[in-house]
């Protein structure tokens, strides 16, 4: 398996594709194993997230890397986006700089937002690739650290984290506010 890492494009045809052949299918597992993930059933979800993903890609800080399977890309090196390719899509990750504000005494940050990679690849050390990526974009961008959120309930996404060397820092807690 030939694997290589693409920025996707701000261009419709290529973010369609991720929206249908990633984004989508990554949502609906969450949706069937984390709690709250629910997706809405009243919209076309890729109608939808289409302009949206669109409009975080033309985002300065945004960089989103998919990657596909160079079994069917051409030769290596070879320029296109993952819409001008037969290669499979097998994953992806998003990251976002985070700038630390003059007032606190902490370092930049590279935000990784969404981590993917479909069943068909799991185990194949993709997701190692991913994070890899976006350590290679927190050295681009000057930022010494490499935050993520994962549901609590995300075991396995939590023991991968942890192999990495990454430590709960912070937790999140919510309540409805007609609770309180």
Request: some cysteine; aromatic content about 8%.
């Amino acid at each position: 398996m030939d694997i290589e890492l693409r920025r996707l494009p701000a261009e419709e045809a290529p973010v369609r594709r991720f929206v249908q052949e990633l984004w989508l299918p990554y949502h609906r597992e969450l949706e069937a194993t984390v709690e709250d993930h629910e997706l809405a059933d009243d919209v076309d979800l890729v109608e939808a997230e289409l302009p949206f993903r669109l409009d975080r890609l033309d985002t300065e800080g945004y960089r989103l890397w998919v990657a596909v399977d160079g079994d069917g890309i051409g030769a290596p090196g070879e320029t296109g986006t993952p819409a001008s390719t037969d290669g499979g899509l097998m994953g992806f990750v998003t990251t976002e700089t985070e700038r630390a504000p003059s007032v606190f005494d902490r370092p930049d940050r590279l935000v990784v937002g969404d981590i993917y990679v479909r069943e068909g690849y799991r185990g194949t050390g993709l997701a190692g690739e991913l994070v890899d990526r976006a350590a290679e974009r927190a050295r681009e961008a000057g930022c010494d650290e490499l935050v993520l959120d994962v549901d609590v309930d995300n075991d396995r996404a939590v023991a991968f984290y942890e192999t990495l060397g990454f430590e709960t820092r912070r937790l999140r807690m919510r309540v409805a506010v007609d609770d309180l």
